[in-house]
């Protein structure tokens, strides 16, 4: 069964940060495309960040450019998000998403992503 598990989500000040991990399991992933995508209420799932297999190539929404880094270890089937200077309007359910094949140029479309976990919800208090 194929499982992408969001963690490391929670309750911050504005000003503070937070790493999310994604644990990727029922399949290798090393050759996909991973990705970040988040939800606020009332709003449709936007794109985060993405990552190429191997792990040379980043691509990040302009509204977190500079904020957020995205990485990845193979080698634990694992993705990160690092999301410093957090304001309230990154408050939202964080979701990992992975893309095979992991082919070129990255995207943030979500009709590209196969795969997607449940999701980690992330408050930054003002």
């Known amino acids: 069964q194929v499982q992408l598990v969001e963690s490391g989500g929670g309750l911050v000040q504005a000003g503070g940060s937070l790493r999310l991990s994604c644990a990727a399991s029922?399949?290798?992933?090393?050759?996909?495309?991973m990705g970040w995508f988040r939800q606020a209420p009332g709003k449709e799932r936007e794109f985060v960040a993405a990552?190429?297999?191997?792990?040379?190539?980043?691509y990040y929404a302009d509204s977190v450019k500079g904020r957020f880094a995205i990485s990845r270890d193979n080698a634990k089937n694992t993705v990160f998000l690092q999301m410093n200077s957090l304001k309230s309007e990154d408050t939202a359910v964080y979701y990992c998403?992975?893309?095979?094949?992991?082919?070129?140029?990255?995207?943030?479309?979500?009709?590209?992503?196969?795969?997607w976990g449940q999701g980690t919800q992330v408050t930054v208090s003002s």
């Open positions: 998403a992975a893309r095979s094949p992991g082919t070129l140029p990255l995207s943030g479309r979500k009709d590209e992503f196969n795969y």
């Open positions: 029922g399949r290798v992933f090393s050759r996909d495309v």
């Open positions: 990552i190429s297999w191997t792990g040379i190539t980043t």
